[in-house]
């Protein structure tokens, strides 16, 4: 088991950045390809982030490319997720999930989610 627990939302402004952090407990961290998913209401998961074992690849979705930055230490145990330039339409709950089969942007193949963390862009 690991268990995953999302900080660093909250209100902010358009325009604005946050860093999300995800702390993992419970298996060896870099074991896991970790992502970043998001979901507002009456929508379906969104993918975002992905990053492999070591960190030294990462992908993102054509959505978020250039705003958002996925980055994870494992000696903490923590992947983060940098946002910046924040719009409304980014208003969500935001999720960060670990995978140890490889690396994916389908929610269905990531075998432990966090709680979540609630971002709102206010415009």
């Known amino acids: 088991q690991v268990q995953l627990v999302e900080s660093g939302g909250g209100l902010v402004q358009a325009g604005g950045s946050l860093r999300l952090s995800c702390a993992a407990s419970?298996?060896?961290?870099?074991?896991?390809?970790m992502g970043w998913f998001r979901q507002a209401p009456g929508t379906e998961r969104e993918f975002l982030a992905r990053?492999?074992?070591?960190?030294?690849?990462?992908a993102y979705a054509d959505s978020v490319k250039g705003r958002f930055t996925i980055s994870r230490d494992n000696a903490k145990n923590t992947v983060y997720l940098q946002i910046n330039s924040l719009k409304p339409e980014d208003t969500a709950v935001y999720y960060c999930?670990?995978?140890?089969?490889?690396?994916?942007?389908?929610?269905?193949?990531?075998?432990?989610w966090g709680q979540g963390t609630q971002v709102t862009v206010s415009s």
């Open positions: 419970g298996r060896t961290f870099s074991n896991y390809a």
């Open positions: 999930a670990a995978d140890r089969r490889g690396w994916s942007s389908d929610p269905g193949k990531y075998d432990y």
């Open positions: 990053i492999s074992r070591s960190g030294s690849n990462t």
